[in-house]
Nanobody, 124 residues
Framework: QVQLVESGGGSVQAGGSLRLSCAFS????????MAWFRQAPGMERKFVAG????????LYGDSVKGRFTISKDNAKNAVYLQMNSLKPEDTAVYYC?????????????????WGQGTQVTVAS
C-alpha cells in the first residue's frame, strides 16, 4: 500500500517560514499527482497545493498563492511544501495526499492515499 509520511511541521511566528516534506513509498511515485491539504480544528479539510508527476503543472488554493510553493523530487519520492510569510490562519494539520492520476484536482474526495498529518502552528 502507498504510505505517505509528513515531516517538517512545527511552531513559528507570523511572517516566518517552514518547509514540509512528504515521503512516498509503496507505489510508483511518478504515477501519482500529489497534493497538500490542511485542516484546522472544526473546519473542513481544504486543498492547499498540488503538483503533477513531473512538476509541469501546479495548483494552489487562493489563500496561499504567492506564499507557498509545492515541489517534488522524483529521485527521492518526495514532495515538499515551502511555506513563506506564514499567517496565524495557516495554523492547521497539514496532510500529504496522493492521487493515481496524471492530473491534479482540488477535491479531497478524489485522493486515494493520505499521510498522518503534521501540525503547523503560526503564532501572531
Amino acid at each position: 500500500q502507498v504510505q505517505l509520511v509528513e515531516s517538517g511541521g512545527g511552531s513559528v511566528q507570523a511572517g516566518g517560514s517552514l518547509r514540509l516534506s512528504c515521503a512516498f513509498s509503496g507505489g510508483t511515485f511518478v504515477s501519482y499527482s500529489m497534493a497538500w491539504f490542511r485542516q484546522a480544528p472544526g473546519m473542513e479539510r481544504k486543498f492547499v497545493a498540488g503538483i503533477t508527476w513531473n512538476g509541469d503543472s501546479t495548483l494552489y488554493g487562493d489563500s496561499v498563492k504567492g506564499r507557498f510553493t509545492i515541489s517534488k523530487d522524483n529521485a527521492k519520492n518526495a514532495v515538499y511544501l515551502q511555506m513563506n510569510s506564514l499567517k496565524p490562519e495557516d495554523t492547521a494539520v497539514y496532510y500529504c495526499a496522493a492521487l493515481y492520476s496524471v492530473v491534479v484536482v482540488t477535491g479531497l474526495e478524489d485522493y486515494d492515499d493520505w499521510g498522518q498529518g503534521t501540525q503547523v502552528t503560526v503564532a501572531s
